[in-house]
């Protein structure tokens, strides 16, 4: 049953806050794995997403980051393992509280605004309080003048940002984003970014998928490191940043190439 | 014996001077050819989209089937609709063979899996870009239907069309069950192939003339639709 006991902001400063602080957080994944054919992609014995700053999670290619996404979004079933959201098992209602955003924006054919009201729809927002929050949202996303153009008609960056609104649409308590900026130029990254910081200091927990060091130093209060399927360490940015623990992670932010 | 040029410049008179029974039988077809298209769309689009999103044991066969569907030859639906609804058969009852509604559901058993099987491909291939993000936002896959039909409609009005096309143009099944009865059952399709065989070219070539005229703006909106579906205009842009 959809979780009515708290009011959406709309129409004002908070346009960006869940609808309920932390209510699905910690995030945690307990013997957490994925195996095709025998052939295990992602084994993690434990780790905790804690309410408060960006989670950035890292590593190279193949390393199982938009898996581990994935896997605490609940698209995709664990092998073995399991996540708890809030104490809970992962089901339809703590996944409502959660929302995604994927490397290419999945945009419906309709206009930004029905985009974002679609967000809003699922959110299960009363039709009345939909149109100061779209308005709230709209304005947020920098989005109001272009309000009735088609969604797929916008830029890349203009998509991508659509796409992080509409998710916000939902309240969500946490936000995951796989590597939303991969192919944007550095405009459209930094309005990506000042968006997900404003969302972050309203209280909706940002886990973001990267493999940009500089984004990590910009937007990340911890970061989970993986290498091969298996994390590597889980660190405050700064100390991985200055002093990373795991010898993959160090070899990374050099510059090295990791295989 | 009259000359082609003679005869098409008659039977051009005939659909310009208004002509009554011409008319009618125009009517008709279009009453009975919409009618089924309504209900097969209403059947035939849920179908398509539920074959495209659902997963359950027999999914591939009865893809198979509908697909095979499309291809049935009308004059078997015909005699297989006529057997229904005969006096001996189940549905004798309703006493509707011979009318308007006999030919409608004969119709409705042509272009259904038509409608049914193309949907279901526009749909699938939709369902493909959009399921991730639709079972992001806690959409189980039937209730997924709604979102991608409307996200399809472009796609689907062409689908819709088609079907309209294959209806309209059939002569085989709405023949037998309709019986081609002068201002109750008679149709183009089944006037062209009477008047013909009378020798009454006239009217058989109007008729013929309409019909074509029908086929080609069908054809032409078909492709004006798929152009917008590709490019991804929305029909009311």
Known sequence: MRDTGQSFTGGDARALAPRARGRTLPLVARHLGYSIDGKVLLNIPDLAIHPGGPTVIMGPNGAGKSLLLRLFHGLIQPTQGEVRAGGQPLGPATRRRQAMVFQRPVLLRRSVAANVRFGLRRAGLPRAARRDRLDALLAEGDLSGKAGQLATTLSGGEQQRLAVMRALATAPDILFLDEPTSSLDPAATQAIEDLLRRASAQGTKIVLVTHDPGQVRRLAEDVVFLHRGQMAEQSPVDRFLSDARSAAARDFLSGDLLV | ?237
């Open chain 2, 1 to 237: 014996m009259t000359g082609f040029g003679e005869t098409l410049g008659q039977a051009l008179w005939l659909i310009l001077s208004g002509d009554a029974d011409l008319w009618a039988i125009i009517l008709l077809s279009l009453r009975v050819s919409l009618t089924a298209l309504a209900i097969a769309t209403l059947i035939g689009l849920p179908l398509g989209a539920a074959l495209a999103v659902g997963r359950f044991p027999g999914r591939r066969t009865v893809i198979t089937i509908v697909s095979a569907m499309m291809g049935l030859p009308p004059v078997v639906v015909g005699l297989a609709v006529y057997l229904m609804l005969s006096a001996s058969g189940p549905f004798g009852i309703f006493d509707l063979l011979y009318t308007p509604a006999a030919m409608i559901i004969a119709q409705v058993v042509l272009v259904t899996p038509i409608v049914a099987a193309l949907s279901r491909q526009v749909i699938a291939d939709l369902h493909t870009d959009l399921a991730e993000q639709l079972d992001s936002f806690g959409l189980r896959p039937l209730a997924r239907i709604p979102t991608l039909l409307w996200e399809g409609r472009t796609s689907l009005m062409t689908v819709v069309l088609a079907g309209f096309g294959r209806a309209i143009a059939e002569v085989g099944a709405v023949i037998i069950v309709g019986g081609n009865i002068n201002h109750v059952t008679r149709v183009m399709t089944t006037a062209i192939a009477l008047e013909t065989s009378k020798g009454n070219l006239t009217l058989a070539l109007a008729l013929g003339t309409v019909l074509i005229t029908m086929a080609i703006a069908i054809n032409a909106l078909v492709g004006v639709l798929g152009a917008r579906a590709r490019s991804g205009v929305p029909a009311h842009a």
